[in-house]
């Protein structure tokens, strides 16, 4: 079997999906409508079994995890203390000449992707400018393909200021990038290089910044008093009702909030089919566990991340390093449990400075999609920074209280418990400084909260921290039905090839588990057997009965649909052949083998493979 190439296989994939009833575009009939779409017959399956999954294996798996269900639209304060009204932005920039918008931060993403772009890669490769060729280009096809990119709209001037750089006496070779961005500028000196629109390659204006959070108002009048955003996560219901959870859940810390359903961010510019969209699915889990120095007192010391103690289960010794990393482990080994391979994926672990300023740690677990190797899940320490905030913003206490604590803190020499509160002085100490605070404001401040923090510790008292993991359903389904998409190219007797898709889905997501089959329609007794056949695993798993046409066209139309199984009851199901009486065909999609089933063993051979 081969693997299409990785440009065309999106082109495939969005196919599929329309033909099969994956995936279809949102109000298509009345022309569709950006960042929104609908889930076929089959795409809600998939998605269905996706998310059974994630949800068994992160709740009911698990003593340690309950769920959640809220609401979609909540208290709009939620949103000011976890930092959305304030900061939920992405750079966005105007087209000055077609006006389309666009996201700044994804604008050199987007460039190569379009047709301008190429060719002009295509007629200087490597940054080799060829003057002429780029002159004659803007003169013909460019008009067309880039009409306001600088080098179309003024020629001589562009190319003159481009020739300028490159025939200086000390030029280094051009970027790729900075040609486009010479390409774009029409007077270097008086604006400095510009960034092309992806669209038209004309001039975008300065980013500025686009709040993320689609804005409504609750009740029959429109004002601020009542204004509501849809969530962009679904996280910060499991922060706001985390106490209550807590008491009814009969839970200790450490334990989780795990929460699925919609989200909805105003994307400037949504792509990518399903990847990113304006509405789409979140899983998430808010694993609250105790902070280090609580740890430190109850377990002795606090284990070292380096040590691999991650890989195997939980202890009472692990700090947030430990859990953090046991959480991305377990989220792989749940890739892997649905048919997605470890070398699929990359770790990427956010450098120092690119982290939150309340986060610790966060790593982006990448898939290599078909348009590259882009996030499908992130995973976060987050400290106690977002109970804290819902502490301070609702007045309601966050924090537990943990008798063990107490009692052990107790016991603690003081040496021991100078040394936590001068490590903690210096992280803090560290923290404010890169807030913007002058040394003795940030060793101050620093020493105030060490008073209360170790104060409440010695109580028993503290608020948990969190580690986060949250992922995507649709980006999980994209990547699915990327990894799971082959075609398989069969020649007949009569030497004709014809090449089909198959979607080799790992049977715990497939759509349909089993299709079945009577060989003839026209004979009663087939077509009866078949449906006691279906009627007999349906209350087990999806089945897909299917007398139409040639058996062939039958496999065939399943084995596009992902269904791992196929079952045919002919005549010796009937007892043609006495010795194979009840028995049927089962037919194995990936490696196309037939082995002969009796009928009453069939439920427990095929379970435990799609369960
Ligand atoms: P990105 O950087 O790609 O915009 P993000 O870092 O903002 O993503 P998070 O806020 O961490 O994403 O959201 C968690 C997960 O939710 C992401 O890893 C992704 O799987 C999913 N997600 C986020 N935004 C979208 C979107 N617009 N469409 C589909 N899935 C999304």
Not at 122 to 129: A, R, T
Not at 161 to 167: E, G, P, S, T, Y
Not at 196 to 216: D, I, Q, V, Y
Request: aromatic letters at 10%; proline letters at 5%.
């Amino acid at each position: 079997m081969s693997e299409p190439k990785e440009n065309v296989l999106m082109e495939k994939i969005v196919s599929l999906c329309k033909r099969r009833g994956f995936v279809f575009q949102s109000s298509e009939i009345y022309g569709g409508i950006n960042g929104f779409w609908d889930y076929g017959q089959l795409g809600a399956e998939l998605k269905r079994n996706v998310k059974d999954a994630w949800w068994k294996t992160i709740v009911h798996h698990r003593d340690d995890v309950a769920g959640l269900e809220a609401t979609i639209i909540m208290h709009p304060k939620i949103w000011e203390a976890s930092g959305h009204v304030a900061t939920f932005a992405d750079p966005m920039s105007t087209c000055k000449h077609c006006k389309k918008l666009v996201r700044f931060d994804q604008v050199w993403e987007m460039i190569p992707e379009n047709a301008w772009a190429q060719a002009i890669a295509e007629i200087c490769p490597d940054g080799l400018v060829e003057s002429p060729a780029l002159l004659a280009w803007a003169k013909g096809k460019g008009k067309h393909l880039a009409p306001n990119l600088a080098l179309v709209r003024n020629p001589e001037v562009t190319l003159s200021f481009l020739a300028a750089r490159v025939d200086a006496p000390d030029a280094t070779r051009l970027t790729t990038k900075e040609l486009y961005q010479y390409l774009a500028t029409e007077q270097v000196g008086a604006t400095g290089l510009q960034t092309p629109c992806p669209h038209c390659g004309g001039e975008l204006t300065a980013p500025r910044p686009f709040n993320l959070m689609f804005k409504s108002h609750y009740g029959p009048v429109e004002s601020d008093d009542n204004v509501c955003y849809l969530r962009p996560e679904t996280a910060q219901a499991i922060f706001a009702q985390f106490k209550n959870v807590h008491e009814t859940a009969r839970q200790k810390v450490p334990f989780g909030i795990g929460q699925m359903g919609k989200a909805f961010r105003n994307e400037v510019t949504p792509r990518n089919f399903i990847f990113r969209s304006r509405e789409f699915e979140q899983m998430e889990l808010e694993f609250f566990i105790k902070p280090d120095e609580a740890v430190e007192a109850l377990a002795g010391s606090v284990a070292k991340a380096s040590d691999n103690a991650w890989q195997g289960e939980p202890q009472a010794d692990w700090g947030w390093e430990v859990w953090h990393k046991y959480w991305v482990e377990q989220r792989i080994r749940f890739y892997e449990g649905i048919g997605l391979t470890r070398d699929r994926f990359e770790e990427y672990w956010q450098k120092p400075e690119e982290l939150a300023h309340y986060a610790r740690a966060c790593v982006d677990i990448l898939y290599k999609f078909p348009f590259g190797t882009q996030e499908l899940e992130g995973i976060a320490a987050r400290g106690d920074f977002d109970l804290s905030q819902h502490e301070k913003h609702s007045g309601k206490p966050m924090g537990v209280f943990d008798e063990e604590l107490r009692a052990a803190w107790g016991k603690l020499d003081e040496a021991k418990k100078a040394s936590m509160r001068a490590k903690f002085v210096l992280g803090k100490t560290a923290a404010f400084l890169k807030k913007g605070a002058d040394e003795t404001e940030a060793a101050q401040q620093a020493e105030a909260e060490a008073t209360v923090y170790f104060d409440k510790l010695a109580k028993g008292q503290y608020i948990p921290h969190v580690i986060e993991p949250s992922a995507g359903v649709d980006r999980l389904i994209l990547a699915l039905l990327a990894d799971a998409y082959s075609e398989l190219t069969t020649t007949d007797e009569k030497g004709k090839t014809e090449t089909r898709v198959v979607m080799k889905f790992h049977p715990r997501i497939a759509p349909v588990k089993v299709g079945i089959f009577p060989l003839l329609k026209n004979k009663p007794e087939l077509v009866a057997k078949a449906k006691e056949v279906r009627d007999l695993l349906r209350p087990h798993m999806t089945v897909f009965y299917d007398d139409g046409g040639a058996i062939g066209r039958r496999y065939a139309r399943q084995d596009e649909a992902g269904t791992p199984f196929g079952l045919t009851i002919d005549f010796d199901t009937l007892g043609e052949k006495p010795e194979l009486l009840d028995t049927v065909t089962l037919r194995d999609r990936d490696t196309q083998q037939q082995t002969r089933v009796a009928i009453k063993d069939l439920a427990g051979l095929l379970l435990p493979k799609v369960r």
